[in-house]
C-alpha cells in the first residue's frame, strides 16, 4: 500500500512539473516586440478621394466616422491608412500628414487637424474630417502617432 501511494504523488509530482514546463512555454517565449522607430525611408503614397474608395472601405469609414478612429485596410493590392477626427462643429477643417515613413518593422503615419481659419466662413453644419492614403503594401503594421 505503502508503494502505491508513493506511485500516486510519483504522478501528481510529474503532473505538475511538466504543467509548470508548459506554462513556462506558453508565457516564457512571448515577449513585446520593441519598435525601432529609426527612418528607412519615406513611404511613397496618394490620397484618395471618397468616390475612388472600396466599397468594402467606404462602409467601415461611414460606421466610425462619428468618433476619432485609426484603421487600416488591404485591398487590390495596396494598403488603405485612414485617420478620422471624429465629429467637428463646422466644416473648414483639414488634416495636415506630418510624417509618414518606414522603419524597419513598422510605418509610422503622424497626422494633425487643422481647423478652420477665423477669416474663412465656416459652415455651420458639424463635419467628419478624415484622409485616406493609399500605398503599395509594405507589410507591416501601421503605428499612429
Known amino acids: 500500500m505503502h508503494n502505491d501511494s508513493q506511485m500516486g504523488y510519483r504522478l501528481l509530482l510529474y ?3 511538466i504543467g509548470a514546463i508548459a506554462i513556462f512555454a506558453i508565457f516564457g517565449g ?3 516586440e520593441r519598435t525601432d522607430d529609426s527612418k528607412i525611408s519615406d513611404v511613397e503614397y496618394e490620397i484618395v478621394e471618397e468616390e475612388d474608395l472600396p466599397q468594402e472601405l ?10 476619432d478612429f485609426k484603421l ?8 488603405y491608412v485612414v485617420r478620422g477626427y471624429g465629429e467637428q462643429e463646422t466644416g473648414g477643417y483639414s ?3 506630418l510624417d509618414f515613413y ?3 518593422n513598422a510605418v509610422i503615419f503622424d497626422t494633425n487637424l487643422i481647423g478652420p481659419s477665423k477669416d474663412e466662413t465656416k459652415n455651420a453644419a458639424p463635419s467628419y474630417p478624415y484622409l485616406v492614403v493609399r500605398m503599395a503594401n509594405p507589410d507591416k503594421n501601421v503605428i499612429f502617432k
Open 95 to 97: 488634416i495636415q500628414i
Open 30 to 32: 512571448c515577449g513585446i
Open 15 to 17: 503532473g505538475a512539473v
Open 102 to 104: 518606414l522603419t524597419k
Open 58 to 67: 467606404k462602409e467601415k469609414i461611414e460606421e466610425k466616422k462619428a468618433s
Open 72 to 79: 487600416t485596410y488591404e485591398g487590390d493590392n495596396y494598403l
